[in-house]
């Protein structure tokens, strides 16, 4: 065991023991994991992923101006994609079958022809 990863290990003992929970602590004061992945082929990169991950308690974030949460609709409990949305898709649908109706009469005309010949 390395010297420094005794030290964390014995250091942690002690916060344990004392009290202080190292997971309180960084809900508490907040924790920033940050990190790249790249893919390269001869020189030239392909794919670039940046990752960024903050752990942090709820209202440390707010206190930071993060909140995307509370105006998601997609986080909170039965709520349906807006209604005009699907109006609007409703809509166009119905519109496309219109201009699918001629095509459908003159090729049923079409197929009527063929059988009598």
Not at 47 to 68: F, H, N, P, Y
Request: glycine residues 4%.
């Amino acid at each position: 065991m390395s010297r420094e990863v005794h030290m964390n290990a014995r250091a942690l003992a002690f916060a344990n023991a004392a009290g202080h929970s190292p997971a309180r602590d960084i809900v508490d004061k907040g924790m920033v994991i940050a990190g790249d992945i790249k893919i390269n082929l001869v020189d030239i990169e392909l794919l670039t992923i940046q990752i960024r991950l903050l752990i942090c308690s709820v209202d440390k974030a707010k206190e930071m101006g993060i909140d995307w949460w509370t105006t998601n609709p997609y986080l909170k409990p039965g709520i349906e994609p807006e209604k005009s949305q699907v109006e609007n898709l409703t809509a166009r649908i119905a519109q496309l079958e219109e201009k699918l109706k001629p095509l459908e009469v003159r090729s049923v005309k079409a197929k009527k022809l063929k059988a009598d010949q």
